[in-house]
């Protein structure tokens, strides 16, 4: 429960802290002239972003509908999953609250204003603009998949001590289980 509370905390603040800095960059349309260690800098996108990445599907309203219930679709699998199958992995669920304030945080302005406000400009390392929202997700993403793969005793290829757990709990269950096998075999009379 309290990891619950935690996630749902860790939600929230990411939320908050990335609407509050939309509503900061366009409400004093801000715009640094050079890039803080070559490649980023603050930069509102006049107009907003009507599509999702690099602006794809703007000019298609459908597919913008579509989206918006897919985003709609995955918030609530990613809720699911927070209290269903990985219930037990705190690393994942904390992962999982990072991208759930991302996705909720561009589904707001979405609904909400028909856009998404970006305002990172990172174009010198091979992207455009963005905003917190999607360093959420993208980091969020990232850092599940890690933990998917290496983190904890049910990880992929759980690496240092959880593989160490991992190969003790595995030696126990075959010692039970050759325990039971000898305690079921008929013994000759």
């Known amino acids: 429960?309290?990891?619950a509370i935690i996630g749902g905390i860790v939600m929230l603040v990411l939320l908050a802290l990335d609407?509050?800095?939309?509503?900061?960059?366009?409400?004093?349309?801000?715009?640094?002239?050079?890039?803080?260690?070559?490649f980023i800098r603050i930069n509102y996108l006049p107009?907003?972003?009507?599509?999702?990445?690099?602006?794809?599907?703007?000019?298609?309203?459908?597919?913008?509908?579509?989206?918006?219930?897919?985003?709609?679709v995955m918030i609530g699998a990613i809720a699911a999953l927070f209290f269903t199958v990985f219930k037990k992995n705190t690393p994942a669920r904390?992962?999982?609250?990072?991208?759930?304030?991302?996705?909720?945080?561009?589904?707001?302005d979405r609904l909400c204003l028909g856009?998404?406000?970006?305002?990172?400009?990172?174009?010198?390392?091979?992207?455009?603009?963005c905003n917190f929202a999607?360093?959420?997700?993208?980091?969020?993403?990232i850092a599940l998949l890690i933990v998917i793969l290496f983190v904890g005793k049910d990880a992929v290829i759980p690496l240092g001590k959880?593989?160490?757990?991992?190969?003790?709990?595995?030696?126990?269950?075959k010692a039970e289980k050759q325990a039971e096998d000898q305690a079921e075999e008929p013994h000759g009379e």
């Open 94 to 108: 904390i992962c999982l609250a990072v991208i759930e304030a991302g996705a909720v945080g561009n589904l707001v």
């Open 1 to 3: 429960m309290i990891i």
């Open 134 to 141: 999607d360093f959420y997700i993208t980091f969020g993403a």
């Open 19 to 38: 609407l509050i800095l939309k509503a900061w960059a366009y409400a004093y349309r801000v715009s640094q002239p050079n890039y803080f260690l070559g």
């Open 162 to 173: 959880y593989r160490k757990q991992a190969k003790e709990e595995e030696a126990k269950a």
């Open 47 to 72: 107009g907003g972003n009507t599509g999702i990445a690099w602006g794809m599907f703007g000019n298609t309203p459908a597919a913008m509908v579509v989206i918006t219930i897919l985003t709609i």
């Open 115 to 129: 856009y998404v406000r970006d305002f990172v400009d990172v174009s010198p390392i091979g992207f455009n603009i």
